[in-house]
């Protein structure tokens, strides 16, 4: 107990001892907790949701679960359509039923919705608030960046170098399977056409198709983005047989390698930086070193990113003719020339005259097309294989609409227009894919001013997230959700409620990338259907999938057959 004279200031704090300090630390948390409590009970606009604690919110009850897409599940199914969580002291408002992401989705420019999150200090720190499109909060550059990407994404350039590239990816990949003795041949096994669960014939190696649908996709996406080598699918070779042969020097491996390795940490960083409290990412050991690590890295990735720009822009300068039929249309090129001359025309906004992009600005982009394009289109590839693996009847109409594309066609190259128009069956296909398997189960969106959702008002700055996953199976938008039925996307099905589907998002942030994302994945899927059968390494098993900021397919084990009859 303190006594009367040490009530002096400074005697006061001399006189304190540890029960003292203990005594106030109690007292301060149960008058925190009072409050905390008395206006948690009070808020506008109460819904149902798990009962928070004070500070960490539902954080314990998460980690508890572990997985964050069944625990949103979980909690719709027990809560209902509109119900609300706490990350931390943050109050989330979740919508589970398409109607009520009508307004969230809004494609009016005056939409109270143009917002993704706050965003936080950690994407700052790793260069990806304020910069690109997902995380900057700068609506006029975030607008204009958009119409930049899609302008270059949508033209006839790039759309022709993709029809020709892609198909090179695909090649070198088989041609590694080969090497790797991967690809059982079924004419020589006297193998029919049919699904053959129980193919046992010769010794077919198994592998984990995610491992190569990446590393293809990111080959991909660098080569078309800034025709550079990646090498993802040379060194999954090496890892497997080191002394095989590759099309590349020692050089190219390298950087390549290190290149990859930098952008596997920065997608980690993103990650940590959404997921990681700032209490834990600035003050523990763990997070003071992650945070280190991460921002290294930034550095190296983004002052490599601006020496391929400055590389493109002075090849650009030096070229004396433009010879497009020499030229490579890739983005970081396309980029470059739009608004000069030698490119498309975008306009800034009304009050801004035309011009090119900075260098820090086309930065900004491709960091974000490195980002956003090689977990998507990956782990989406992957959940199709197996879905159509356990719908026979799938692929028999795949195969009846890809063959005759690839007849008379032996260098595999298809035309836009054969993507675009007939394989209708495929598109619906991979959408009827994404409704089971959403590559971004969890979307967000941010109120800028005060609106009505759900019968409730609510103030500028609240968080809604988006449950995909729970719209993509609710009863009031689908029959029978549990069912693979690509037939339900196709054209002539009108009854589609608005936002029941959400493959690509929606609204005035809908996926910039989608035009590309579903030409790639039509001509990747399309090849394979039509050269092999792909059977699962255990047909009970399903695929391992594990949401980090998509979802990520992390192990789908197949085997290969070359088609005994095409
Ligand atoms: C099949 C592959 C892909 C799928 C399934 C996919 C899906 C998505 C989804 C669901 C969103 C959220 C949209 C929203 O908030 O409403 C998104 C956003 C975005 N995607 Fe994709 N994506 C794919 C490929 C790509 C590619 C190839 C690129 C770039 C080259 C890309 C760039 C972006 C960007 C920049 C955003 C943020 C848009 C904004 O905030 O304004 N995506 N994507």
Redesign the pocket.
């Known amino acids: 107990m303190l006594s009367a004279d040490a009530l002096t200031f400074p005697n006061f704090f001399s006189s304190f001892g540890l029960p003292d300090v203990l005594a106030l630390l109690i007292i301060v948390s149960v008058l925190y907790t009072i409050k905390f409590y008395v206006s948690y009970f009070n808020r506008d606009n109460a819904l149902p949701g798990p009962l928070p604690l004070p500070i960490v919110g539902n954080l314990l009850q998460f980690a508890m679960y572990g997985d964050m897409v069944l625990w949103v599940d979980v909690l719709h199914k027990k809560y209902g359509d509109l119900w609300e969580l706490y990350m931390g002291s943050e109050r989330h408002i979740w919508v589970s039923r398409a109607d009520l992401v009508d307004k969230l989705?809004s494609t009016s420019t005056k939409s109270n919705f143009k917002y993704?999150t706050k965003g936080n200090r950690a994407l700052a720190e790793i260069k990806l608030l304020d910069h690109?499109?997902?995380m900057?909060r700068d609506l006029n550059l975030?607008a204009f960046n958009?119409k930049m990407?899609k302008l270059v994404?949508t033209s006839k350039e790039f759309n022709e170098y993709v029809l020709k590239i892609v198909p090179k990816m695909v090649n070198e990949m088989e041609t590694y399977w080969t090497k790797l003795g991967y690809i059982e041949d079924a004419r020589q096994n006297d193998l029919n056409d049919n699904v053959n669960t129980n193919a046992t014939v010769g010794d077919v190696k198994i592998i984990n198709l995610p491992d190569w649908f990446f590393a293809l996709t990111l080959d991909d996406?660098l080569h078309i983005?800034t025709n550079k080598h990646g090498c993802a699918l040379a060194s999954l070779l090496l890892s497997h047989s080191p002394n095989s042969e590759i099309p590349y020097s020692p050089e190219t491996m390298n950087y390549a390698k290190e290149f990859r390795d930098s952008w596997a940490t920065f997608m980690e960083s993103i990650s940590t930086a959404i997921f990681m409290p700032d209490l834990v990412r600035l003050g523990t050991p763990i997070g003071l070193m992650k945070r280190r690590k991460y921002l290294k890295n930034s550095h190296w990735l983004n002052n490599n990113l601006l020496s391929m720009i400055r590389e493109k822009r002075a090849e650009i300068e030096n070229e004396v003719n433009d010879d497009s039929s020499k030229t490579n249309y890739d983005i970081l090129r396309l980029l470059l020339v739009a608004n000069t001359p030698r490119g498309h025309v975008v306009k800034r906004g009304s009050d801004e005259t035309d011009k090119p992009m900075s260098d820090d600005e086309v930065r900004g982009l491709l960091l974000?097309?490195l980002v956003?394009?090689v977990e998507?289109?990956a782990s989406?590839m992957c959940f199709v294989i197996y879905l159509v693996r356990h719908n026979p009847e799938v692929k028999k109409k795949i195969r009846e609409e890809v063959d005759p594309l690839f007849k008379d066609n032996p260098n595999g190259i298809l035309q836009l227009d054969d993507v675009n128009k007939k394989l209708d069956y495929l598109e619906a296909v991979i959408k009827e894919t994404?409704r089971i398997y959403?590559?971004?189960p969890i979307?967000?969106r941010l109120s800028s001013q005060d609106d009505e959702i759900g019968g409730y008002k609510w103030k500028a700055g609240t968080q809604f997230m988006i449950d995909v996953v729970g719209i993509h199976n609710h009863r009031a938008h689908w029959s029978n959700p549990e069912e693979f039925k690509p037939e339900r996307f196709l054209s002539q099905s009108k009854d589609i409620v608005p936002n029941s589907i959400?493959?690509?998002?929606?609204?005035?942030?809908?996926?910039?990338?989608?035009q590309?994302?579903?030409l790639?994945?039509k001509i990747v899927l399309a090849s394979l259907y039509n050269r092999y059968d792909i059977e699962l390494a255990n047909e009970n098993e399903k695929p391992v999938a594990v949401y980090r900021i998509?979802l990520h397919c992390h192990r789908l084990r197949v085997k290969l057959k070359k088609r005994s009859v095409i």
Do not use: D, V
């Open positions: 989705f993704r690109g499109i997902g900057n975030w958009r990407m994404m996406i983005s974000e097309i956003a394009s998507s289109s989406l994404t959403p590559s971004g979307n967000q959400q493959t690509f998002g929606g609204g005035l942030r809908i996926c910039p990338g989608k590309y994302g579903m790639f994945t998509a």
